[in-house]
């Protein structure tokens, strides 16, 4: 018999509800569905399709309260973070149908060995995505609504942990219009889930999640020659030079790093402070730091609410236990709170130095590191000392300047100016080095998983 899992409520460690997972032969025939609404969904014209995407867009709108409240019961992210993903969620959406068609339109090209050529970029088939729970309507639209405008089927993997949000937006998606099995969720444990990798229907694979387990879905997507889309963790540095207004900075990477709970891979989580400027910065951000409200995530005023899990809260103190015994020193924070609910403190670190935690890997949750660099020049060396590529960001007075760096040095695949940014669907979303590879939003994403076809006309 299929094994179950629960879904836990990380504010009162409550069971939000028990699931089962499918047996091999209903996730096998879940594809063979997936794939069989494909073949009808890629010959409607790129116009139909968006405007299925529009009705998915509104159908998020209107269900909005009820996907917020559950993501916030699954995840513990507070009510209005929750409100503003959905609405994140329905705008790429509406770009995504606005902008696919001329995206995805053919283009002529002129041809040395013939009459004329065209380019078309063609859907290939069923895309499977394992997502994980930090945003757990964000991370599936994401990819979801990118591959239905290209004219591919899409499956689902979600974290266990958010099993009831995958499922309402299943429902959610059916109900904006898109064809019965074109987008499909899979209750599967990780060996199914390698098994759906190699399924013969399913034609790419994107993942967000770790390095460790990106470096496992695209090894088992490579070895069945598949192509995959990765985005994994980051410790995204945020340099403060010495022109930049105090007061934005400090209140862009408060934001940066308490947003979502901490627990977000584009988030400001190395602090790297020109010396010149250090001190102020550090003073005045700890003080916003200490007066962050941490409690119940469903009521107004909480900024913080609890990371997902205990084990999740076990890991990062114990990165910041390992990073105090190797010379940081705590400002704020730092200790693991007793009672119900998986909460952790804001918490600064200073002293932060090379081959402690704090450093050297992502922390994911509340605790910021302040790094001192002695220039600009050495902020940026500072930066870019990571095996990660996500984003980062740079404060500034002289924006022409910050824009040079980001643009020229910055090794990472986003850099936000003067202020802490997410995601938005005009622009390029991806990292590099450990970070992943591949690119969502902004077009990109709509041909990671499509044939670019070259069509020649030689003759007649």
């Given at each position: 018999?299929?094994?179950?899992?629960?879904?836990?409520?990380?504010a009162t460690?409550?069971v939000?509800?028990?699931y089962?997972?499918?047996?091999?032969?209903?996730?096998?025939?879940a594809?063979?569905?997936?794939?069989?609404a494909?073949?009808?969904?890629?010959t409607r014209?790129v116009?139909d399709?968006?405007?299925?995407?529009?009705?998915?867009?509104?159908a998020?709108?209107?269900r909005?309260?009820?996907?917020a409240?559950l993501?916030?019961?699954?995840m513990?992210k507070t009510l209005?973070?929750?409100?503003d993903?959905v609405?994140?969620c329905?705008a790429?959406c509406?770009?995504?149908?606005?902008?696919?068609?001329?995206?995805?339109a053919?283009?002529?090209?002129?041809?040395?060995?013939?009459?004329?050529g065209r380019?078309v970029?063609?859907?290939i088939?069923?895309?499977y995505g394992i997502?994980p729970?930090?945003f757990?309507?964000?991370q599936?639209i994401?990819y979801?609504?990118?591959?239905?405008?290209?004219g591919?089927?899409?499956?689902?993997?979600?974290?266990?942990?958010?099993?009831?949000?995958?499922?309402m937006?299943a429902e959610?998606?059916?109900a904006?219009g898109?064809?019965?099995?074109?987008f499909?969720?899979?209750?599967?444990d990780?060996?199914?889930s390698?098994?759906?990798?190699e399924?013969?229907?399913?034609?790419?694979?994107?993942?967000?999640?770790?390095?460790?387990?990106?470096?496992h879905?695209g090894?088992k997507?490579a070895?069945?020659?598949k192509k995959?889309?990765?985005?994994l963790g980051s410790?995204?540095a945020y340099v403060?030079?010495?022109?930049?207004d105090l007061?934005?900075?400090?209140?862009?990477?408060?934001t940066?790093r308490?947003?979502?709970?901490g627990?977000?891979?584009?988030?400001?989580?190395?602090?790297?402070?020109v010396?010149?400027i250090?001190d102020?910065f550090?003073?005045?951000?700890?003080e916003?730091?200490?007066?962050?409200?941490?409690g119940?995530p469903?009521?107004?005023?909480?900024?913080?609410?609890p990371?997902?899990t205990?084990?999740q809260r076990?890991?990062?103190?114990k990165?910041?236990?390992e990073?105090v015994?190797?010379?940081?020193?705590?400002l704020?924070?730092?200790?693991?709170?007793?009672?119900t609910g998986?909460?952790?403190?804001a918490?600064v670190l200073?002293e932060?130095?090379p081959?402690?935690?704090?450093?050297?890997d992502?922390?994911?949750?509340?605790?910021?590191?302040?790094?001192?660099?002695?220039d600009a020049?050495d902020a940026?060396r500072?930066?870019?000392?990571s095996p990660?590529?996500?984003?980062g960001?740079?404060?500034?007075?002289?924006v022409?300047r910050a824009?040079?760096?980001?643009?020229?040095?910055?090794?990472?695949?986003?850099?936000?100016?003067n202020?802490?940014g997410l995601a938005?669907?005009?622009?390029?979303?991806g990292?590099?080095k450990?970070?992943?590879y591949?690119?969502?939003?902004?077009?990109?994403?709509?041909k990671?998983?499509?044939?670019?076809?070259a069509?020649?006309v030689?003759?007649g």
């Amino acid at each position: 018999m299929p094994g179950t899992f629960n879904t836990i409520n990380p504010a009162t460690e409550e069971v939000i509800e028990t699931y089962t997972y499918m047996t091999d032969n209903a996730a096998d025939a879940a594809v063979e569905a997936c794939h069989a609404a494909f073949l009808e969904w890629r010959t409607r014209s790129v116009e139909d399709r968006a405007e299925v995407l529009r009705g998915i867009g509104k159908a998020l709108r209107d269900r909005k309260e009820d996907l917020a409240a559950l993501m916030t019961r699954e995840m513990g992210k507070t009510l209005s973070a929750s409100r503003d993903e959905v609405e994140l969620c329905a705008a790429i959406c509406d770009w995504t149908a606005e902008h696919g068609p001329k995206e995805l339109a053919p283009e002529e090209r002129a041809i040395s060995n013939g009459k004329r050529g065209r380019v078309v970029h063609a859907p290939i088939g069923v895309i499977y995505g394992i997502q994980p729970w930090n945003f757990p309507a964000y991370q599936v639209i994401r990819y979801t609504i990118a591959n239905l405008m290209a004219g591919n089927g899409v499956l689902l993997k979600h974290a266990a942990s958010c099993t009831g949000s995958g499922l309402m937006l299943a429902e959610i998606i059916e109900a904006g219009g898109l064809p019965k099995d074109l987008f499909t969720v899979l209750l599967i444990d990780h060996d199914q889930s390698d098994a759906i990798i190699e399924h013969d229907k399913v034609r790419g694979v994107t993942l967000t999640g770790s390095p460790g387990a990106g470096a496992h879905v695209g090894a088992k997507a490579a070895g069945a020659l598949k192509k995959s889309v990765l985005e994994l963790g980051s410790n995204d540095a945020y340099v403060v030079l010495e022109d930049a207004d105090l007061e934005t900075a400090v209140k862009a990477c408060v934001t940066g790093r308490i947003y979502n709970n901490g627990e977000t891979c584009v988030a400001a989580k190395r602090f790297v402070v020109v010396d010149a400027i250090y001190d102020r910065f550090r003073d005045a951000f700890v003080e916003q730091m200490k007066a962050v409200e941490v409690g119940d995530p469903t009521q107004d005023g909480t900024q913080l609410g609890p990371l997902v899990t205990g084990d999740q809260r076990d890991t990062l103190h114990k990165q910041v236990e390992e990073s105090v015994s190797k010379g940081a020193k705590i400002l704020c924070g730092g200790e693991k709170p007793e009672g119900t609910g998986y909460y952790y403190p804001a918490t600064v670190l200073d002293e932060v130095t090379p081959g402690q935690p704090a450093y050297d890997d992502e922390l994911f949750g509340p605790v910021a590191s302040l790094i001192r660099a002695k220039d600009a020049q050495d902020a940026m060396r500072i930066a870019n000392d990571s095996p990660y590529g996500l984003g980062g960001g740079i404060m500034s007075g002289d924006v022409d300047r910050a824009v040079k760096l980001a643009e020229a040095e910055f090794d990472t695949g986003m850099v936000f100016i003067n202020g802490f940014g997410l995601a938005t669907p005009e622009m390029p979303f991806g990292g590099v080095k450990r970070s992943g590879y591949g690119r969502e939003h902004g077009g990109f994403g709509m041909k990671e998983f499509t044939n670019t076809k070259a069509v020649m006309v030689v003759a007649g």
